[in-house]
């Protein structure tokens, strides 16, 4: 795997973070850690580049809140929760 390839992955991966369903959170989390410790394992990311990834990814777990965008599809006209 090229090193693009695997940075173009994991940006999808923490993009797929993201998902209101806890329960997709945790194991599109534990995916996405998988993906980064078998790029540092085969050298396609440095050891500071893989714990950079891993804290990318723990930020992206605490900040996924599904209530304000709720909050803004029961604001348009004919739609309810």
Same mark, same amino acid.
């Given at each position: 795997?090229?090193?693009?390839?695997?940075?173009?992955?994991?940006?999808d991966s923490l993009a797929q973070l993201r998902d209101p369903d806890p329960d997709q959170r945790d194991w599109k989390l534990a995916f996405a850690e998988g993906a980064v410790g078998a790029f540092e394992r085969v050298g396609v990311l440095s050891?500071?580049?893989? $714990?950079?990834?891993?804290e990318r990814f723990a930020m992206s777990d605490e900040a996924v $809140?599904?209530?304000p965008a709720l909050a803004r599809r029961s604001e348009l006209p004919g739609r309810s929760i």
């Open positions: 795997m090229t090193r693009e390839r695997a940075i173009a992955f994991l940006s050891g500071n580049e893989a $714990d950079r990834w891993r $809140d599904p209530l």
